[in-house]
């Protein structure tokens, strides 16, 4: 009798092992990605005409950006590899990455001054000949300092700057005076023009990091569509749909913008382009059904630098979330 209890007792013990077996395995054959914020770690979404173009690097975001795994711009023609622009070694492209670029009359004019002199003075006449007195240590030294005040002339003549512009943004720095600083000199592409922003757009990129973590946190996608294109919310959607076909949810929260500046502003087919470079820490994990946590931290922070790009009419508008780019390193 107590072996016809015993059976019954073990078979429906076996039968709950194996249920909660099977309620795990979507988990384990789908393993929730770390990088489950809005985006999911991934590179998604639309700029315009300059989709597959790579954004150019900043400070904030030094490797550039990884392509496009998912967006809805066809491509129009033939381009250059993504990210061919963004691979040049510092030294000889770093001026032009940084906005000053380089000036062919005065490297060509420097160059034969410095030259000149060079040959000046292997042939025992100084930098310039004897006419300016370049005898000895001291004039050689008075020479070299007039060459070093005409090259520094000419940078400023030709480069058209009187000193050095700072790249930092107002909004996306965390400064709070100061007017809105110029976009980054560059060559715009067929048909689009350069923008201009101001403080408050920067502020407006900050918020919008933080209410779209939030909303994607909540699930509210009708707040998503508010904030972000057709496009992105679809994705969101997706995304969102995939963790809970695994009984998996994703929480983020304390969003804290850390720094960013802007990579490039542009205006196209009545509309306005804005490519942020950010870095913002927050806590993110995700948890099963039962609100534990099988991925990420509910107390250790994650510091994540991403590239975002917003648009609107050129009108006027808010500003909307058109894509999601992840840093290249």
Do not use: C
């Amino acid at each position: 009798m107590k072996q016809t209890h015993s059976r019954p007792m073990l078979r429906k013990r076996i039968i709950l092992s194996l249920s909660a077996a099977l309620a795990a395995l979507p988990l384990l054959v789908h393993p929730v990605a770390a990088d489950a914020r809005a985006g999911g770690g991934m590179s998604m979404g639309s700029r315009g005409s300059r989709t597959y173009s790579a954004p150019p690097r900043t400070a904030t975001a030094p490797y550039g950006a990884t392509p496009f795994q998912q967006t809805m711009t066809p491509r129009s023609s033939p381009s250059a590899p993504y990210g061919a622009a963004t691979r040049m070694p510092y030294g000889a492209g770093a001026a032009a990455m940084m906005g000053r670029p380089r000036h062919p009359f005065l490297t060509g004019f420097a160059g034969g001054l410095l030259g000149a002199g060079l040959f000046g003075m292997v042939f025992g006449h100084g930098m310039f000949g004897s006419g300016m007195g370049g005898s000895g240590i001291l004039g050689l030294l008075i020479q070299l300092l007039l060459v070093f005040f005409v090259v520094r002339w000419l940078i400023r003549r030709f480069s058209g700057q009187g000193g050095s512009t700072s790249s930092g943004l107002p909004g996306l720095s965390g400064l709070t005076g100061g007017g809105a600083a110029a976009p980054p000199q560059q060559p715009a592409g067929a048909g689009t023009q350069q923008l201009v922003l101001t403080a408050a757009d920067y502020q407006a990129f900050q918020q919008a990091l933080i209410n779209i973590q939030t909303a994607w946190s909540q699930q509210n996608l009708g707040a998503l569509q508010h904030m972000a294109t057709p496009e992105m919310v679809n994705y969101f959607s997706r995304q969102l749909t995939a963790l809970a076909s695994r009984g998996a949810r994703n929480v983020v929260s304390d969003v804290r913008f850390e720094n960013g500046d802007l990579t490039e502003s542009w205006q196209e087919g009545g509309m306005d382009f804005a490519t942020v470079a950010m870095r913002y820490s927050l806590i993110d994990m995700t948890t099963d059904t039962m609100g534990h946590v099988i991925d990420g931290s509910s107390t250790e922070r994650q510091t994540v630098t991403e590239l975002w790009t917003f648009e609107r009419s050129s009108r006027g508008g808010m500003w909307l979330l058109s894509a999601i780019q992840q840093t290249a390193r």
